[in-house]
């Protein structure tokens, strides 16, 4: 099992907590982004540069991504979409999309688009914040634990 990280919208500090739990658990994370990706240097962290698009790097990530795999992103329909191949998505405000809460957040989501399209004023999500990023690292450890229980299995 391994981590992939939506990696355009992925804040640094999200990062650096999956860069110091791949070399702590010898896990690989791969970060997958339109643009070139800067990464310490590890034999466990690998960046995946594709071609610029809408949902190039999205796309490639499900291709890629299989079942118990773990997924860090905001993007609710790639959460959706990954889900169904059976990984395990998490956004980097620690919550864990599951496929019972995952249609709220696409149902809440197209509602949003259209309140947008509208030219209603929504504003953007709040920064993240320490309780966030605890949230975060919480799950992520929870995830690391299962992922090391099946390699010993």
Known sequence: MQIWVDADACPKVIKEVLFRAAERTQTMVTLVANQGMKTPPS????????????????????????KGDLVVTADIPLAADVLEKGAIA???????????????RLTMRDFMDTLRASGVQTGG???LNQRDRQLFANELEKWLLVASRSKSA
């Open 90 to 104: 998490l956004n980097p405000r620690g919550e864990l999309y599951t496929p019972a809460t995952i249609r709220e």
């Open 43 to 66: 034999r466990f962290i690998r960046s995946l540069q594709v071609a610029s698009g809408f949902d190039v790097a999205d796309n490639e990530i499900v291709r890629r991504c299989e």
């Open 125 to 127: 999500p709040d920064s």
